[in-house]
């Protein structure tokens, strides 16, 4: 706490504070909150929002003045957060009482609160039937209800809101006014008399006639339809997730065949009959982020296999929004809840869009009339030793702010190609946005734009510079390139960035040991990098060792198709094509294509990937030939490990050639290809495989700690979204002495790059 001299005091039993306060501390009754803490204490004066924040005027007999001091970090409403605090003297000014006036407009900018889930005192009220919003969809108070997806401006104020057009009846806004009652200036109060509305209709736009709309499209749920219901962020498609057939004709519809979905389950003790969860991945499953958390699926259980098709995982959430709560309490089965889309295009946000855009899909519609203003997909967590770690930053998490190790000049970093997300900087915070999706088609590329220009807005940040990647076909780094004319730009190495962004969300200080295990990132040299050990700073890194670079013959093919990454790095590595089970399905024709094309190297770049790595193998132990979705023959890879924790490992070398090391697998691959005509089971070779990926890791970061004496080792990138060998290589890397950070608030994958870039960006700016 920071403490001025301003003015001289006129009484010395008495005294005056002023308190400025930045932070989610708008639209999570932070101002109740202060208006009862001062009534309690006796004390006079004003709290009032301004763009920038909270300003508190305090006045009063000392010993009360302190004693609102002393409670007033402590006892902040829990979604608040309070990022900075300055008291300072003040001279009293004879107010007669506490009052909260109406916000201002000023030249700063907010932390803005993500949308919360609905919280139980909402959850009672919606249950009650002699409550006036007894089974209402848009219950809501200060506690909970929609935050971000609903703002237009800040100070974050109704007229500023998508709730501007719905006038509040007599007793909302007595609520409303009322600064003792839990919806005291919730934005989005409302009630069945003035507030929105739901209805359903066909897929064709006809309205279906019932006297209960939700209980309606719960018993279509019931009957095996696909119901399209606009919630938070956007539509969800919906179908019991015990119905074979209702999910099939899902997956059909979307052109989803194989990723898997979310499923929305009534509580955790329903839960309990589909999913094994610990009391660390329960306490995330019930918390006011609501996310949906990967969960290990309990064999047997009713879940239709086509949700999670060669999966032992399920992405499960609870009801976040009283919408949910009333629909799976009514349909009493487990729900698919996936994002209302075509297969990567972006989520549908508004009602006309959506019966346009997914007529073909749902059978029903549950619309309503709340305008959502800014697109928002499910999070995604795992738990790693007790702690989340997201797989996808979006509802409830986005924008929450990042506090950046260095100070930045306003910028944009522009972020990857996949899994896209930007990330807005300014003074100590990082404002990364929601996940926006692969950069693939121009209707995902006007998501992004728009929210760019959101974010600028919201949090007041005029770029004075811009960071992306090295990638120059990446459309983030295209985007960045409009700016040249006008901005200095910078481009960033992709894992740098990822090492980066993972030293920032942990608030490392100096230099690391970065492991940058992922797909691809374009390097320096021209290859293809993606098994890579970096000593980095923010500033600067020094690429130290790394996987040797094998073919990829057909470029992007190869990644689509990795029986041919398998063709190649054994022809590569051991002279000769075997005899195995995987080649021998294929049609000769091919085969001698993909031999020749990686003898002549035509079309065929090298690449030092760990994704590919992984790809190559799975193709190998016929685990997954061809994928339907990014990183699907890794995934499947690690579904089918034994998880037994052996320490057993193939056989591999590291040398040094050219000041770097290089790890070499050729007798990685001898000896699999030994094993597999030996009969040994796959679930043991998919596991030695990991154990030797963790043990590499663990080699080539003992040796670097030996040259350089860095003791602190970052794990990034998208392989480490695979727990066997996050686990196994936290483990191998802690039994050599060396310290272990892994990412925490952002992704490991191409979601969190946009931080590294914007910290890197900062750090050269800074020093220029």
Not at 276 to 303: M, W
Not at 430 to 459: A, C
Not at 723 to 747: A, C, D, M, W, Y
């Amino acid at each position: 706490m920071k403490t001025k001299g301003k003015k001289t005091l006129l009484d010395k039993s008495c005294k005056a504070r002023h308190i400025t306060v930045q932070g989610i501390v708008q639209g999570v009754g932070f101002r109740p909150f202060v208006y009862r803490l001062a009534v309690e204490n006796d004390l006079k004066g004003f709290v009032l929002n301004l763009s920038s924040g909270v300003e508190i005027h305090i006045e009063g007999l000392s010993g009360n003045v302190e004693a609102f001091l002393d409670r007033f970090k402590g006892e902040a409403p829990p979604i608040a957060h309070i990022a900075h605090l300055e008291v300072e003297d003040e001279a009293i000014r004879g107010y007669t009482h506490f009052e909260i006036r109406q916000s201002q407009r000023d030249e700063g900018y907010q932390h803005i609160s993500p949308d919360i889930a609905t919280c139980p005192e909402c959850l009672r009220e919606l249950f009650d039937p002699s409550d006036r919003r007894y089974r209402y969809p848009f219950i809501n108070c200060t506690n909970c209800g929609p935050r971000f997806t609903i703002i237009q401006d800040i100070p974050y104020d109704r007229p500023l809101t998508t709730m501007a057009g719905f006038t509040m009846c007599p007793q909302c806004r007595a609520e409303y006014e009322n600064p003792l009652d839990r919806r005291f200036h919730a934005q989005p109060n409302a009630c069945p008399v003035c507030g929105p509305r739901v209805w359903l209709t066909d897929h064709k736009g006809k309205a279906v006639n019932c006297t209960d709309v939700i209980r309606h499209a719960s018993s279509l749920l019931c009957d095996g339809k696909i119901v399209a219901i606009k919630g938070l962020g956007g539509f969800l498609l919906a179908c019991d997730a015990t119905n074979p057939a209702a999910v099939s004709t899902l997956r059909d519809r979307k052109a989803r065949r194989d990723k898997p979905f979310a499923v929305m389950v009534k509580n955790l003790e329903e839960l309990r009959r589909f999913c094994r969860f610990d009391s660390a991945e329960a306490k995330i499953l019930s918390s006011p982020q609501a996310p949906i958390v990967l969960l290990r699926l309990k064999p047997g259980c009713t879940i239709a296999p086509q949700v999670a098709p060669k999966n032992n995982y399920l992405g499960a959430m609870l009801p976040y929004t009283p919408i949910h709560h009333l629909l799976i309490s009514e349909a009493g089965i487990p729900l698919v809840m996936t994002s209302g889309n075509l297969t990567e295009e972006p989520i549908a946000a508004a009602n006309g869009e959506a019966m346009e855009r997914l007529s073909n899909l749902a059978d029903y519609f549950l619309f309503h009339d709340r305008d959502i203003h800014s697109r928002y997909d499910d999070s995604v967590v795992f738990v790693s030793e007790g702690t989340a770690q997201p797989v996808r930053r979006a509802r409830s998490l986005a924008p929450y702010p990042i506090r950046l190790p260095v100070t930045s000049r306003p910028l944009l970093a522009t972020g990857a190609q996949e899994k896209s997300a930007f990330c807005l900087a300014k003074d100590t915070y990082g404002f990364l946005s929601q996940h926006i999706g692969d950069l693939d088609n121009i209707e995902t590329i006007e998501h992004y734009e728009q929210t760019v220009d959101l974010y600028k807005r919201l949090f007041r940040v005029e770029p004075a510079a811009v960071a992306h990647d090295m990638h120059p076909d990446y459309l983030s780094t295209r985007y960045a390139l409009r700016h040249k004319d006008r901005l200095p730009l910078i481009a960033v190495q992709h894992h740098h960035a990822h090492v980066a962004a993972c030293m920032a969300d942990n608030g490392i200080p100096g230099r690391v040991i970065g492991i940058a295990f992922d797909g691809s990132g374009y390097g320096p040299d021209g290859t293809v990098w993606g098994g890579e050990f970096l000593v980095a700073g923010y500033e600067r890194f020094e690429r130290f060792g790394h996987f040797q670079q094998l073919p990829m013959p057909g470029g992007e093919l190869a990644i689509r198709k990795p029986y041919r990454l398998a063709i190649a790095y054994l022809r590569a590595l051991l002279g000769s094509l075997p005899a195995l089970p995987f080649a021998e399905a294929l049609p000769a024709t091919e085969v001698n294509i993909i031999l020749r094309q990686g003898e002549q190297r035509i079309n065929t770049p090298l690449t030092s990937s760990c994704g590919r790595l992984f790809d190559a193998v799975s193709a190998l132990l016929g685990v997954c030939q061809t994928i339907t979705f990014e990183g699907q023959a890794a995934v499947e890879l690690e579904m089918s490990s034994a998880s037994t924790g052996s320490d057993e490992s193939f056989p591999y070398y590291v040398e040094l050639a050219d000041g770097v090391w290089q790890v070499h697998v050729g007798p990685m691959f001898e000896a699999i290809v030994h094993q597999i005509a030996g009969g040994v089971p796959t679930s043991r070779l998919a596991e030695t495989f990991h154990t030797t990926v963790a043990s590499v890791a663990a080699s080539v970061a003992s040796l670097i700690h030996q040259e350089t004496g860095i003791r602190d080792v970052v794990l990034t990138g998208g392989c480490f979204q695979n727990r066997l060998l996050l686990e196994k290589t936290i483990r191998s890397v802690r039994r050599i002495g060396l310290n272990v950070f892994v990412h925490r608030q952002v992704p490991c994958n191409d979601g969190g790059v946009a931080l590294g870039q914007a910290v890197v960006a900062a750090s050269v700016l800074a020093s220029s």
